[in-house]
């Protein structure tokens, strides 16, 4: 059984190395500022999860893949010096340029020395993984400065020596020593989440909701009033899809601050985040077909600035009991007064969106208590879910609010603009 418990022993160093980009990849998205680089981030963690997943479903069936999920202390180690990068595009370039294409080696090493019957179903799985880490690569390579400023070398030599050190994740190269005067990051300092989250070149604010025609893009009463012109609902609905990019930036931040999570937890909340970046691209997509320019929307940073402020099971709690049980009614009603329009694709858009909300909420069922313990909650659920509430509202008054408009109101989209633009179309 030699043979296969090495191909067990390396699908579980492979399984271990994946499920470290789920942990820890989340930190970049809400440091890097391009609307498409955070959903392609998002997107490969997800797929991270998936070979994570599958690798875990077939290494089980193997002798030696071994029972538990955890992860050596040496891979964490690795992984959490990667996030220590000062800045989201150097962390980017140590990621991508390093720790990703380790992988790939690693997978390729694989598929080139298993025995292609005898373990034909791990060799599918690592092929498809192959074209999927291939893929990633070309999808980021035109976020990758070129030349890379000497800060981004220095620190993806860095890392790679550190990569070097393992001789590669499955060992199939002779190990290096870390060269002299090598020194962990990590041994010195902790990883924060900044207090605030990158949007790039976009206007910013606090919020794009307000109940002023000409303060705002969404203003509240004119959602639910049946006079309102349905073509002004939809552009509506849409900036509020774009907004979710709040709970892509958010929900990021929860994976790194639950080390302890069982796999199971993260895979989910791998796709409850890749779920939040197609919402938002739904807007993102559709705002220009209509006429909008997106310079004019202002991306609000509110939830992003009061939930970094609280732990991550009382964001995951906001999120999911408050913020998503909560949108269903004005969505229904939304969603009915766009049907009148016959616009097939927006129809389409709003219904995956319902959808998926509705599994994010019974995630939040089946999680809240676990992401609860794992931070030695021990109150009841609701008890637990009232006070953070509560405790979302005082921080609300004085972290929310204070992000001023980015530009002024003859230049930004508000609810009076969108009914010019309707009107004019
Ligand atoms: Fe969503
Ligand atoms: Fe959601």
């Avoid at 990758?144 to 994740?169: E, N, Q, Y």
């Avoid at 637990?384 to 509202?393: D, I, L």
Wanted: charged content about 25%; proline content about 6%; glycine content about 6%.
């Amino acid at each position: 059984m030699a043979a296969v418990q090495e191909m067990a022993r390396w699908q579980r160093l492979l399984f271990e190395v994946e499920r470290e980009f789920v942990r820890t990849l989340p930190t970049l998205i809400y440091r890097v500022g391009e609307p498409e680089l955070k959903y392609l981030l998002c997107q490969h963690v997800w797929e991270a999860a998936g070979h994570a997943r599958f690798l875990r479903e077939r290494g089980r069936e193997l002798s030696g893949f071994g029972a538990g999920e955890e992860v050596s202390a040496e891979l964490r180690r690795l992984f959490d010096e990667a996030v220590l990068a000062d800045d989201g595009y150097v962390a980017l370039a140590g990621f991508y340029s390093v720790l990703k294409p380790a992988l790939l080696r690693a997978y390729r090493h694989y598929v080139a020395t298993t025995e292609p019957l005898a373990d034909w179903p791990s060799r599918k799985l690592v092929e498809e993984f192959i074209r999927d880490e291939e893929r990633h690569a070309r999808e980021i390579a035109g976020y990758l400065t070129v030349p890379l400023p000497r800060a981004t070398h220095a620190w993806c030599d860095h890392l790679g020596a550190a990569v070097s050190a393992f001789g590669g994740f499955l060992g199939e190269r002779p190990s290096a020593s870390l060269p002299p005067g090598f020194a962990w990051e990590i041994e010195r300092r902790k990883y924060a989440h900044p207090l605030t989250c990158n949007r790039g070149v976009y206007p910013t604010c606090s919020s794009v909701f307000s109940h002023d025609p000409k303060e705002t893009p969404i203003v509240r009463p004119w959602l639910v009033d049946p006079a309102t012109d349905a073509r002004v609902i939809r552009i509506m609905v849409y900036v509020w899809l774009m907004m979710e990019m709040d709970a892509v930036d958010y929900l990021a931040t929860v994976f790194y601050d639950t080390p302890g999570a069982p796999f199971d937890l993260h895979h989910d909340l791998a796709r409850h985040l890749w779920d939040e970046s197609r919402h938002s691209q739904f807007g993102f997509r559709q705002l220009p077909r209509l006429g909008v320019d997106l310079m004019t929307v202002e991306h609000s940073l509110d939830l992003y600035h009061i939930l970094v402020r609280m732990a991550p099971h009382e964001r995951y709690a906001m999120m999911t009991m408050e913020f998503e049980a909560g949108s269903f009614p004005t969505k229904a009603t939304v969603m009915d007064r766009v049907r009148e329009l016959n616009d097939f694709e927006a129809d389409t858009l709003l219904a995956f969106d319902r959808n998926d909300e509705q599994n994010h909420v019974r995630y939040g069922h089946r999680w809240l208590p676990e992401i609860m313990a794992l931070a030695g909650e021990t109150r009841p659920v609701d008890e637990f879910v009232r006070a953070t509430q509560e405790k979302f509202t005082e921080l609300a008054a004085r972290h929310g609010g204070q992000t001023p408009h980015g530009l002024p109101p003859e230049r930004r989209l508000t609810g009076e603009k969108i009914l010019r633009l309707v009107a004019n179309a």
